[in-house]
């Protein structure tokens, strides 16, 4: 198969086969015209690897999954690792966006919202607080 091909089968954009490839993710057989010939094995791997980063792996989780899905003799724990660690950090995340929006509610609850140029949600942006009017010269 081409790559346009396995794209096509996979789902997975050409431009990220190539990267796959470029990092070693992949090595499909290269003919003596510098083509790529990809088996089935890559397809199955390029699937893999797009299920995986449809749920937010890493690449170099990805790469240390897909070792472990080709070692015959891998422990399961180790998988497990990789994945609990994995849900760790999506957890971490969820908690951060929890808070941005309950801030982004706040900010947005005590705005007016009319021709008034007071503006809490730009207040609350602003690095120093809510800022004051400099003084004018009354020259």
């Known amino acids: 198969m081409n790559i346009g091909d396995v794209a096509r089968l996979s789902g997975i954009p050409a431009k990220t086969i190539r990267y796959y490839e470029d990092i070693g993710l992949i090595r ?16 199955h791997k390029l699937a893999f690897l797009g299920r995986a980063r449809s749920l937010g792996f890493s690449i170099e989780d990805c790469r240390n999954l897909l070792a472990l899905y080709e ?15 994995h849900l760790k950090r999506i957890d971490q995340k969820l908690e951060e966006l929890a808070e941005m929006r309950k801030t982004l509610a706040h900010l947005i609850e005590a705005c007016a919202g009319d021709h008034r140029p007071d503006c809490p949600i730009l207040a ?12 004018r010269n009354s020259a």
Do not use: C, H, M, W
């Not at 499909?28 to 397809?43: H, I, K, M, S, V």
């Not at 070692?71 to 660690?85: F, G, L, N, P």
């Not at 609350?124 to 003084?135: K, T």
């Open 28 to 43: 499909p057989l290269r003919g003596p015209n510098g083509y790529r010939t990809f088996r089935e094995a890559d397809l």
């Open 71 to 85: 070692d015959q003799s891998r422990a399961s724990a180790d998988v497990k690792r990789i994945a609990e660690e």
């Open 124 to 135: 609350g942006l602003a690095p120093d607080g809510p800022q004051e009017e400099a003084p």
